[in-house]
């Protein structure tokens, strides 16, 4: 299936246009994400909606000319990134080139996120922009942002108001050439880079993606309304999504075999048809394979809600995948005590198990070397990872190459 490429519009066309529609436009950048259910890859029948979320996000790059970019989980800890300077109109057959290759011609992209910026902060025009990549041991992370926040107050919350200033250098923001962060490259730093390095030391630190985000939320909102902090955020497996005043909106994956979050979504088309739910204020939602979750009054400072929420049983991406010595398998135990931990054949057998024993809100971590209960190695091929309590289970595909 090809796409025919969208014409480019003249500089003066675009700005008949601009003004057409100028009472309509709040400034801002624009924001688009997509996981496809059950985390398969993107199914051929969600490729025309797809298209058609891509297409509105390229119109408004026409409006919002600081640069574009674009990224792409084949996996979880395959992630390809696109970005440019420019505008979707100056960089139109790039910008296409890169859509067809990743998500016409690919049967591989799981989940993928895209950003039109308008600058706000920092410099402008700068080369690599959003989405911004983050590796935390074996994840991969990525954001978009769409807001204003203070880089000061930024700043003073990542170096607990100057006593520690150890992680951010280790984890440097981008001047983009125009010298040294610290200095005279200061002015060029972008507010959404810091706000994600925010977010990513909380998550270090909490070893929860959840918490993380939360602390960062609250430690933010005491001075900065939730309208200016919108974000989408990934690590390969689900989306998370932070917004206020309804600047985003979501589709749960019911109407078609994926799972779509945007700035302003299509107006015409089948994508206008969709219902598309608008993310409230202070709320955040994670969608992932087969779930949605809400968290209403997200942030710590709200009454209701928590100011940790309680970490989730999950299993983390393990690591190397594929691998041909031993396999590292972490875990978060969440609520329980008691979980069992096995490794299943591509036909669900059983061939390694173990009970782990643990305290709740726990990470645990364990390691398979590819033998079988009784020590015998194991061939080359595709496995499964679950931890298990009660009903609860959680699974994971690995690939073993000896």
């Known amino acids: 299936m090809q796409f025919i490429m969208k014409k480019q519009i003249s500089h003066f066309g675009l700005f008949l246009i601009f003004l057409s529609v100028l009472p309509s436009i709040s400034f801002g950048c624009r924001l688009w994400a997509i996981i496809e259910n ?52 100056d960089d139109s057959s790039e910008f296409w080139n890169c859509v067809n290759s990743n998500i016409v011609d690919s049967t591989d ?17 700068i080369p690599n922009p959003h989405p911004f990549i983050f590796q935390n041991n074996s994840e991969k992370f990525s954001f978009i942002h769409n807001g204003t926040i ?16 150890y992680w951010i250098e280790s984890n440097p923001p981008q001047t983009y050439g125009n010298g040294d962060w610290r200095n005279e490259g200061w002015s060029k730093v972008v507010d959404s880079e810091l706000y994600f390095l925010l977010i990513m030391k909380l998550i270090e630190e909490t070893d929860s993606i959840l918490n993380g985000i939360q602390k960062a939320i609250t430690q933010i909102s005491n001075f900065t309304p939730p309208a200016q902090m919108n ?41 206008s048809e969709i219902t598309w739910i608008p993310i409230q204020k202070d ?8 779930t949605v979750e809400n968290y209403e009054t997200f942030s710590g400072y709200n009454s209701g809600a928590p100011y940790f929420i309680q970490s989730e049983f999950s299993i983390r991406p393990c690591f190397p995948n594929p691998f041909n010595n031993e396999i590292n398998i972490k875990f978060n135990s969440g609520p329980f ?3 069992q931990l096995s490794i299943y054949n591509i036909v669900g057998r059983i ?39 009660g009903d609860q289970a959680k699974t994971q595909k690995i690939i073993y190459l000896k």
Do not use: C
């Open 231 to 271: 974000f989408i955020m990934s690590n390969g497996q689900s989306l998370y999504a932070y917004g206020g005043q309804s600047a985003l909106s979501y589709t749960d994956g019911s109407a078609f075999s994926h799972k779509a979050i945007m700035s302003r979504p299509p107006e015409t088309g089948i994508a």
């Open 109 to 125: 992209v799981q989940l993928a996120l895209g950003h039109v910026r308008a600058t706000t902060s920092g410099a402008g025009a």
């Open 337 to 339: 005590n008691t979980i």
């Open 38 to 89: 059950g985390s398969n890859p993107i199914s051929s029948s969600s490729i025309p909606v797809i298209m058609e979320e891509i297409e509105t996000l390229y119109q408004q790059g026409h409006l919002f000319r600081d640069g574009w970019g674009l990224a792409f989980y084949y996996h979880p800890d395959s992630l390809i990134s696109f970005r440019s300077p420019k505008s979707t109109a």
């Open 283 to 290: 709320e955040l939602i994670v969608l992932s394979g087969n």
């Open 150 to 165: 203070s880089k000061s107050l930024l700043y003073d919350l990542i170096t607990e108001y100057g006593s520690n200033t």
């Open 351 to 389: 061939i390694w198990s173990e009970i782990v024993s643990t305290q709740e809100d726990q990470i645990i971590q364990k390691t398979w070397t590819g033998n079988n209960e009784h020590d015998d190695p194991m061939p080359s091929g595709q496995y499964y990872v679950q931890i298990r309590s």
